[in-house]
T-cell receptor
Framework: AQTVTQSQPEMSVQEAETVTLSCTYDTSESDYYLFWYKQPPSRQMILVIRQEAYKQQNATENRFSVNFQKAAKSFSLKISDSQLGDAAMYFCAYRAPNRDDKIIFGKGTRLHILP | NAGVTQTPKFQVLKTGQSMTLQCAQDMNHNSMYWYRQDPGMGLRLIYYSASEGTTDKGEVPNGYNVSRLNKREFSLRLESAAPSQTSVYFC???????????FGSGTRLTVV
């Protein structure tokens, strides 16, 4: 069974600095999709970034980028120029390509931004 | 606005009471899901529906039932609420495999 592991329950970063959130996953599939979701105090789940496993190029969305290492089954999220609004719970997630496959979530990393 | 609408946003139940959480999406998505979120546990799948007329169990289905009423609506029912079902519940929908979910705003349920 696929699993997603986030080894850092909490992290802190100074405003304007860069922080990297770690995620590893386990799968026997060769084709799949990976995601990072952000959950601010409002509780809303917001999709931050999506990566297709068959693409070697790392996905980026403005200040958010990933380091996707397929062989190592690692999918870290880098947040550059951290802002107070980045404070949230971040979930790493995995989805296999079949039609009925569900998204599997890690347990989350709570990110604190220090002013 | 297009999206996933969940009701209610907050609910307090007494042990043994029943209730139904409602979810509707207006994006014409085939797949819909119910997750629960507990501290330190991430999001765990309760039930899902890959298409209208089908439902399947997820990781933690015990104590819950679901109904896919039509393509838009997917409800979650607690027949006899227990304190262990105190949680935040999320409904989500998906266009197709490979894409992320669109989530509702969640329901915070407390069972006393």
């Amino acid at each position: 069974a696929q699993t997603v592991t986030q080894s850092q329950p909490e992290m802190s970063v100074q405003e304007a600095e860069t922080v990297t959130l770690s995620c590893t996953y386990d799968t026997s599939e060769s084709d799949y999709y990976l995601f990072w979701y952000k959950q601010p105090p409002s509780r809303q789940m917001i999709l931050v970034i999506r990566q297709e496993a068959y693409k070697q190029q790392n996905a980026t969305e403005n200040r958010f980028s990933v380091n996707f290492q397929k062989a190592a089954k690692s999918f870290s999220l880098k947040i550059s120029d951290s802002q107070l609004g980045d404070a949230a719970m971040y979930f790493c997630a995995y989805r296999a390509p079949n039609r009925d496959d569900k998204i599997i979530f890690g347990k989350g990393t709570r990110l604190h931004i220090l002013p | 606005n297009a999206g996933v609408t969940q009701t209610p946003k907050f609910q307090v139940l007494k042990t043994g009471q029943s209730m139904t959480l409602q979810c509707a999406q207006d994006m014409n998505h085939n797949s819909m899901y119910w997750y629960r979120q507990d501290p330190g546990m991430g999001l765990r799948l309760i039930y899902y529906s890959a298409s209208e007329g089908t439902t399947d169990k997820g990781e933690v289905p015990n104590g819950y039932n679901v109904s896919r009423l039509n393509k838009r609506e997917f409800s979650l029912r607690l027949e006899s609420a227990a304190p262990s079902q105190t949680s935040v519940y999320f409904c989500a929908s998906s266009e197709r495999s490979g894409y992320g979910y669109t989530f509702g705003s969640g329901t915070r349920l407390t069972v006393v």
